[in-house]
């Protein structure tokens, strides 16, 4: 089924508005994430203008926004650039002035010809004893009037485009919105009092008074629950088709397994076996397996991985394991050395390092099944590898995998288990919404034996005596990790921060200070990170590329200077690289005077706590889904109309309809089947649509 012609006219280029040429194209772009007319009804008001107050001169108070008619008495020229030219006006009970800077006298005497009746709108200033206003947002006939006098919506903007332009467009774009037959369940939505989608596309832009913007108000909330319900149903179709792929069923064989085990110097916390006995029962079923396990940094991911993938091996199949970096990619390489011996399996090691012979060798390995488990970063499985057979994927994610990648690893092998790891911990609203398609795991428990991390609050002002208490226990045999801010989102900036840093540091403690930024090769920040997991670095001094993930169990002390310019999850998982080893990690949180009331409270719940889930429901809490975890390239679904930390209820309803939904109407081909594929179109879930094609 192709896209419906009713929403035709939603997926027209915004240049087909008025007001949108093909300058300010990109700028909508940049500011819509889209060119299209739908991408434009979805950039919602954030606030409104009343302009309907109407007062005389002489009644008009300082700084209100005002829409008054006047008559034009007489027009003052700048006499020069840089002097405003002031147009004087009266109404019979008072005198305005009305002033402009860099406007030339025709363009004045066009718009307020001396003698005629003119209506205004803009802030009224009371200066120096008279009244004026700057620059009015309005000038027009007495006939405008109805059309200045109104609510007017504030929208967000981007540098070239102006909230008129905006208003403009949508006032076009407004027209364009097509009756749809209704989705929703009706007895619900009458319940709810919402209004049709279409009625709440109109009304949102349409603000009378300042509930309408309101995240909670019926129609906000209509248009939030579309597009959860959106998001589900996608989620739940691909969750479809990924269990009418065949999976295998993996035989109960743990010989391998147990000779890992059997070498491990520890046991398995129950968290991590509880969690292999749900993986277990996803590889032994003949449903392809698709997990997610969540789990803390340092929580054990890694030998669940190594000990799900010998469910695969025992019986002649492979087994991959992909990681975000080159650097993670090699450290799982070393951390599974010793277990891959002791079970007396086969790996290699996989990068964009490995060139020329020494790389074609290796993919004749994978090829042939020598290598019995593959470890690379990502591209592993962008290129066009070819596996013997390969049993079971496990993706290292960190955030950086969407739902669709996921789905392209169906390729690579027969009925391929995929299993996804990932570190950061998200609340369980948004796990729904990111990984409503797979079966979730968490590990919520951390090896025994961890020693907490004291973690302190540092005034920016009292720096350097924290530096002294730095520099003793360095000398007591501390390794430092030293995190530097991002500066105002410019790579280059964050530069300089760190190598100001870095200078200072190297002035006190020389040649055992390091560093190492975003902008090196690949082998230099090797190279760093190297030297300073082996000692002969004692502070690593970076921007945030550590936060990969690197594992140094010596390191014992990390320094985050403006520490409320992070994110809690950011700061959590900087957090997790200390406190990995035998000595008392510490980590100082170091804050700027100026700190606003939820930075300081985004730093008090990181004293207070360590559990990366609880960390995970505040930020969701304090920041609101949209911007958890901070990035747009998270892979994690961004919402334009729902809220989680607002409509957190609304995507449990929806995740409940769904099922309902799906499981009376699998194909979505009844009446009510066939509108929910338009809102999966008004959503843009191509891949959900089309895997409604593939049948
Ligand atoms: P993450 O979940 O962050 O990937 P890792 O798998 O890297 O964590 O584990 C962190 C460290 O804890 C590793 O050195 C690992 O060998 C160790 N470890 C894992 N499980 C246990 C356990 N049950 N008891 C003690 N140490 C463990
Ligand atoms: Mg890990």
């Not at 059309?147 to 076009?172: C, Q």
């Not at 035989?251 to 059997?262: C, G, S, V, W, Y």
């Not at 599974?336 to 012979?357: H, Q």
């Not at 998270?634 to 989680?644: E, I």
Request: hydrophobic share 40%; charged share 25%; glycine share 8%.
């Amino acid at each position: 089924m192709a896209r419906p012609f009713a929403l035709d006219p939603l997926f027209r280029s915004v240049t087909t508005l008025p007001g949108v040429g093909p300058k300010t194209i990109k700028l909508f772009e940049k500011l819509l994430g889209g060119v299209k007319i739908l991408d434009l009804l979805h950039h919602t008001p954030i606030d409104f203008i009343d302009r309907r107050f109407s007062p005389m001169i002489a009644e008009a108070p300082h700084e209100k926004i005002a829409t008054i008619e006047v008559r034009i008495e007489n027009i003052n020229a700048a006499s020069r650039r840089g002097l405003p030219s002031r147009v004087k006006c009266s109404d019979g009970t008072g005198v305005i002035d009305l002033v402009f800077f860099n406007a030339n006298k025709e363009w004045l005497s066009k718009q307020l010809p001396v003698g005629s009746i003119r209506i205004i709108s803009g802030k009224i200033e009371h200066y120096q004893g008279q009244i004026q206003m700057v620059h009015p947002d309005a000038i027009g006939k007495p006939e405008d009037r109805s059309s200045i006098e109104t609510i007017e919506p504030i929208y967000g903007l981007t540098a070239g485009v102006t909230n008129k332009t905006i208003r403009k467009a949508i006032k076009g774009a407004l027209g364009f919105i097509p009756n749809l037959d209704e989705w929703g369940d009706t007895a619900f939505i009458k319940q709810k009092s919402w209004p049709s989608w279409k009625e709440a596309m109109v009304e949102i832009h349409n603000p009378h008074d300042a509930s309408d913007l309101s995240l909670m108000h019926p129609t906000r909330a209509r248009l939030a629950y579309d597009e959860l319900l959106a998001n589900q149903l996608a989620l739940g179709l691909m969750r479809l088709k990924q269990r009418k792929l065949n999976g295998r069923a993996w035989p109960e064989k743990h010989d391998k397994r147990n000779a890992i085990l059997k070498n491990l110097p520890f046991d398995l916390t129950s968290a991590q076996k509880r969690v292999l006995k749900e993986i277990d029962s996803d590889m032994q079923s003949p449903l392809r397996m698709l997990r997610l396990v969540q789990g803390d940094v340092g929580s054990g991911k890694t030998i669940v991985a190594a000990l799900a993938m010998m469910n695969v091996i025992e019986s002649g199949g492979q087994a991959a394991l992909m990681a975000p970096t080159e650097i993670l990619a090699r450290q799982h390489g070393e951390s599974f050395a010793p277990w891959l011996k002791a079970a007396g399996v086969s790996a290699i090691t996989l990068t964009g390092r490995n060139k020329g012979i020494e790389r074609e060798a290796l993919l004749e390995q994978i090829k042939n099944g020598e290598a019995q488990v593959v470890i690379g970063t990502h591209a592993l499985f962008q290129e066009s590898i070819e596996f013997h057979d390969l049993g079971l994927a496990v993706i290292d994610e960190q955030h950086r995998f969407g739902v669709h990648q996921r789905l392209n690893l169906s390729n690579k092998g027969r009925g391929t288990d995929v299993l996804v790891m990932t570190a950061t911990p998200i609340p369980r609203t948004l796990t729904l919404t990111a990984y409503g398609d797979m079966e979730v795991s968490r590990i919520d428990e951390k090896p025994p034996g961890r020693k907490p991390i004291d973690t302190l609050l540092i005034p920016k002002e009292k720096i350097e005596s924290m530096i002294a208490s730095v520099g003793r226990q360095i000398a007591q045999g501390s390794r430092v990790y030293w995190v530097c801010p991002l500066v105002e989102e410019s790579e280059f900036l964050d530069l300089e921060a760190a190598e100001t840093r870095y200078d200072i540091l190297r002035d006190l403690f020389g040649d055992t200070v390091g560093l190492v930024h975003g902008r090196m090769k690949a082998a230099e920040k090797d190279d760093v990170m190297e030297r300073f997991a082996s000692g002969a670095l004692k502070i690593l001094v970076a921007t945030t590329v550590i936060e990969v993930g690197v594992n140094v169990p010596e390191a014992n002390i990390m320094v985050i200077e403006q520490a409320e310019r992070f994110g809690l999850a950011q700061l959590h998982q900087l957090r997790g690289r200390v406190g990995r080893g035998a000595e008392k990690s510490f980590c100082f949180l170091v804050y700027a005077k100026g700190i606003s009331k939820a930075g300081k409270e985004r730093l008090k719940i990181m004293r207070e706590t360590e559990d990366g889930f609880i960390i995970a429901e505040k930020d969701l809490e304090l920041r609101g889904g949209g911007e958890i975890l901070g990035t747009r390239q998270s892979g994690l679904p961004t919402f334009k109309l729902a809220d989680l930390a607002v409509h957190g209820d609304l995507l449990a309803t929806a995740r409940q309809e769904t099922k309902l939904l799906l499981e009376k109407d699998s194909a979505l081909e009844t009446g009510r089947g066939q509108a929910l594929r338009t809102l999966l179109y008004l959503f843009e879930q191509d891949q959900a649509i089309k895997t409604l094609r593939a049948g």
